[in-house]
C-alpha cells in the first residue's frame, strides 16, 4: 500500500489567497500617496510599513473593506493577530467576502476557545478552503465536547482523495488528546488504513504515545530510524529519558485549541513551496498566536520573512526561541543570519561566537561561526570552528566533505598550502569527482605553477560533472593557458565568457587568450571590459599595467616566465 503524504493536492485542497474582500473606493487626492505607499508596502512584503500606512488611510475612510484587508495581511504578517481579528469583524459587518479575514476570525475564536462560534460561523457558510474548514470543525467539536462528531469529521477528510493523511493524523492527535494512545498508535503505526508519512513533529508525538504505551523501546527504535543518530538536543533528549524509562508526556496536543494550532502548522508545511511564501506565513503566525510555545512555527516564521526579504521581523521573531529550548541554537544561527542581511556584520559574528561558547559541543554551531568568519574573510579566524567541528564529526562520512573543502580553503587563503591540499584530497576520498573541490584544488595548482598535468585532468572531470559552470570551464582554459596550449585555451575561453558575462577574472582571462595567440586589439577590449566591472584592486592595477605596457611587459616585471616558455610546466 502506498504511504499517504500530506502535501498531496494541497492547491487545490485549501483555497487561493484571495484579493481584497469588496471594490475598493479610489483614494481621496491626499490620500493618494499614501494609498500608494500602502500598496507598494505590501506587495513587498514590508508588514510593518505597510501596516502603518493602512492605518493612516483608515482614520479617513474607517469602513472601506478593501483597505480593510490589506490591513488585515499586513497585521496578520506582523502576527499582531488581535488587530487583524478586530479589522477582520469589520469587513464580517460589512458582509464582506475575506478569505485572511476568516483566518483572522479562526485565529480569534480558538484563542478564546469560543468551539461554538467557530461551529456556527461554518454552519452560516463562512469558509477559508475545504481542508482548512474540515480539521478546524472536528477540532471545534471536540473542543465543544461532540467527540463523536470530531472523529467522523476527520474520518470524512480521511476518505476524500488526496486529503486521507491530513485526516489520519489529526484523528490520531485528538485520540491521543482523549488518551486513547492505542488508536493514536494504530494511526501512526499504518495498521488502521496504511503507512502515513508525518512531519518531525509527528514522528515525536509518535514516540510520545509509544512511551505512554510502556513502549520505549518502540519509541527509541523510531526516533533512530527516523532521523539516524546525529547530534540533535531535542532528539538526543528524548533518547536519555526514553533509554533511563522515564514515560514521556504527550504534549504535542493537549486541547482543542492546541489542534487547532496544530491544523494551521500542519497546513503551512504543507504550503511551504507551493504557495506564496507570504500567504504560508499567515498560518505560521496563527499557529503561535494559539500556541506561543509552538518553537517549530515559530522557526519556520522566521525562515519565511527570510526568503520575503524581511531580516528585521525574523530576527525579532528567531529572538522568541528562549536559551532553554532544544531549537535554540538553530534560531541564533538563524537570527545572525537575519543580522548579517541588515549588514549588522559584528552583531552577527557576536551572537555565533556566544553561541560556540554556549553550545560549542554542536557540529553545526561550529560551522555556522566558520562560514561566518571565511564569509567575512577572516580566514585564520574560520579554521579553529572548522577545527572543532571536524574534531565533532567523529569519524567523517560521504556528507561531510564540505566541512574539509571550507577548512581547506581557509587554510588557502591564509597561505597554508600543504594543510590546504590535504584538506581538499579527503573531500575527494570522502565525496569523489565532486566538481567544486576538483575545480578549486585544480586552479589552485595551475595558478601557482604545479602539478598542471593532474590538475587539467582533474578540472577536466569537474567540466564533465557540471558542463554548464563558467567557472569551471574559466579553470578548464587557464589550465590550457598555463600549459602553453594556447589555440585550445580559446574556445573555453570564449564559452566561460559567455556563461559569465560581467565577471571580472573571467572577462581578464579571455583578454589574456586573445593577448597570447596574438589578437592584441581583442585582449586590450576585454581587460577595460574587465576593469568596468569592479575587479579588486591589486587585480584591477595588474590589468591597467597590461594596458599600458601589454601581457609580456607585466610577465617580464613579475619575474614569470615570458609566454613563450609556459609550455614547458615550469
Known amino acids: 500500500m502506498p504511504i499517504l503524504s500530506i502535501r498531496p493536492l494541497i492547491a487545490v485542497a485549501l483555497a487561493a489567497f484571495v484579493q481584497p474582500a469588496l471594490a475598493q ?39 472601506d473593506a478593501g483597505l480593510l484587508d490589506g490591513a488585515v495581511i499586513a497585521n496578520m504578517g506582523l502576527g499582531d493577530i488581535d488587530k487583524a481579528a478586530t479589522l477582520a469583524r469589520k469587513i464580517e459587518a460589512a458582509k464582506g467576502n475575506s478569505q485572511v479575514a476568516w483566518l483572522a476570525l479562526i485565529a480569534d475564536k480558538a484563542r478564546k476557545e469560543d468551539y461554538a462560534g467557530l461551529i456556527a460561523d461554518q454552519q452560516a457558510g463562512h469558509s477559508a478552503g475545504k481542508l482548512l474548514d474540515g480539521l478546524v470543525l472536528a477540532w471545534a467539536q471536540l473542543g465543544n465536547g461532540n467527540m463523536t462528531d470530531a472523529l467522523a469529521g476527520f474520518d470524512a477528510l480521511a476518505k476524500t482523495p488526496g486529503l486521507e493523511a491530513f485526516g489520519l493524523y489529526h484523528k490520531a492527535l485528538a485520540l491521543a488528546s482523549a488518551g486513547d494512545f492505542e488508536g493514536a498508535d494504530n494511526i501512526l503505526s499504518g495498521r488502521d488504513a496504511g503507512p502515513i508519512s508525518v512531519m518531525r513533529r509527528g514522528v515525536i508525538a509518535h514516540a510520545q504515545i509509544l512511551s505512554q504505551l510502556e513502549r520505549n523501546s518502540d519509541a527509541l527504535a ?34 482543542a485549541r492546541d489542534g487547532i494550532a496544530e491544523v494551521f502548522f500542519t497546513l503551512a508545511t504543507a504550503l511551504r513551496g507551493e504557495a506564496d511564501d507570504a500567504f504560508t506565513l499567515l498560518y505560521t503566525r496563527i499557529t503561535t498566536a494559539l500556541r506561543p510555545d509552538h518553537e517549530e512555527a515559530a522557526l519556520l516564521s522566521a525562515g519565511l520573512l527570510e526568503s520575503l526579504d524581511q531580516p528585521a521581523l525574523a530576527e525579532e521573531t528567531y529572538a522568541t526561541i528562549p536559551p ?61 570552528a572548522y577545527d572543532a567541528a571536524i574534531k565533532l564529526l ?19 587563503r591564509t597561505g597554508k598550502f600543504t594543510e590546504f591540499e590535504a584538506d581538499l584530497r579527503r573531500a575527494l576520498e570522502l565525496e569523489p569527482d565532486q566538481p567544486q573541490v576538483l575545480n578549486y584544488l585544480g586552479y589552485s ?48 575561453m570564449e564559452k566561460a565568457s559567455l556563461l559569465e558575462p560581467v565577471d571580472p577574472i573571467v572577462t581578464d582571462h ?18 577595460h571590459r574587465a576593469l568596468s566591472f569592479n575587479p579588486e584592486e591589486k587585480d584591477a592595477n595588474r590589468i591597467r599595467a597590461k594596458l599600458e605596457k ?12 615570458p609566454l613563450a616558455d609556459v609550455a614547458d610546466g615550469n
Open 222 to 255: 523510531l526516533i533512530d530510524r527516523t532521523f539516524g543518530p546525529d547530534p540533535d538536543p531535542q532528539l538526543d533528549s528524548l533518547r536519555q529519558r526514553l533509554k533511563a524509562g522515564e514515560t514521556l508526556p504527550f504534549d504535542t496536543v493537549t486541547t
Open 510 to 527: 579571455l583578454g589574456d587568450v586573445y593577448w597570447a595567440v596574438g589578437r592584441q586589439r581583442e585582449a586590450r577590449f576585454q581587460w
Open 324 to 384: 532553554e529550548s532544544p531549537a535554540y541554537h538553530v534560531a541564533e544561527i538563524g537570527r545572525a543570519d537575519a543580522l548579517l542581511a541588515q549588514g549588522k556584520t559584528d552583531a552577527s559574528i557576536e551572537v555565533l561566537q556566544s553561541l560556540a561558547r554556549s553550545h560549542g559541543n554542536l557540529v553545526a554551531v561550529q560551522t555556522a561561526l566558520g562560514d561566518a568568519m571565511r564569509r567575512q574573510e577572516r580566514f585564520a579566524d574560520a579554521i579553529p
Open 550 to 561: 601589454g601581457l609580456d611587459a607585466v610577465l617580464a616585471e613579475e619575474g614569470a616566465k
Open 25 to 63: 473606493d479610489a483614494p481621496k487626492a491626499e490620500d493618494a500617496g499614501a494609498y500608494l505607499a500602502a500598496r507598494v508596502a505590501i506587495s513587498e512584503n514590508d508588514f510593518r510599513e505597510a501596516a502603518a500606512w493602512y492605518d493612516r488611510l483608515m482614520q479617513t475612510a474607517p469602513a
Open 394 to 412: 567523529g569519524t567523517p562520512e560521504r556528507r561531510d566533505w564540505g566541512l574539509f573543502y571550507a577548512r581547506g580553503i581557509s587554510y588557502e
Open 445 to 492: 595548482f595551475i595558478d601557482r605553477g604545479e602539478n598542471l598535468d593532474e590538475a587539467l585532468k582533474m578540472i577536466q572531470t569537474a567540466v564533465s560533472k557540471q558542463p554548464d559552470a563558467g567557472y569551471i570551464i574559466d579553470s578548464l582554459a587557464w589550465a590550457y593557458f598555463r600549459l602553453g596550449q594556447y589555440d585550445k585555451a580559446v574556445e573555453p
